[in-house]
């Protein structure tokens, strides 16, 4: 069984950086795709950013591109996404995501973690 763990959020403030990791075990993720994806109270998932396990493909949104980066360790079976530069309207709570295949910006994944909170202060 697939389980996604995230850890890293909390409150930070603006201007400031978190880094935010999902540990995925349960099974070989080789052909997996991995992704962040953001809500905010009252507003709807949002993507933020994703890979290939491979890395060969990635993807930011719109949000994300210039600030954020995401990576993997293939030894720990963790994505890590680096947020720098944080602003109050990042913040919303975090979760990670799965899906066998190619990557989608939208929430079309199989697996997803119970999400961290990131709370950015002005």
């Known amino acids: 069984q697939v389980q996604l763990v995230e850890s890293g959020g909390g409150l930070v403030q603006a201007g400031g950086s978190l880094r935010l990791s999902c540990a995925a075990s349960?099974?070989?993720?080789?052909?997996?795709?991995m992704a962040w994806f953001r809500q905010a109270p009252g507003k709807e998932r949002k993507f933020v950013a994703a890979?290939?396990?491979?890395?060969?493909?990635?993807h930011y949104g719109d949000s994300a591109k210039g600030r954020f980066t995401i990576s993997r360790d293939y030894a720990k079976n963790t994505v890590y996404l680096q947020m720098n530069s944080l602003k109050p309207e990042d913040t919303a709570v975090y979760y990670c995501?799965?899906?066998?295949?190619?990557?989608?910006?939208?929430?079309?994944?199989?697996?997803w973690g119970q999400g961290t909170q990131v709370t950015v202060s002005s």
């Open positions: 995501a799965a899906r066998e295949g190619f990557v989608s910006r939208d929430p079309e994944y199989d697996y």
């Open positions: 349960g099974r070989t993720f080789r052909s997996y795709s």
């Open positions: 890979l290939t396990w491979s890395g060969s493909s990635i």
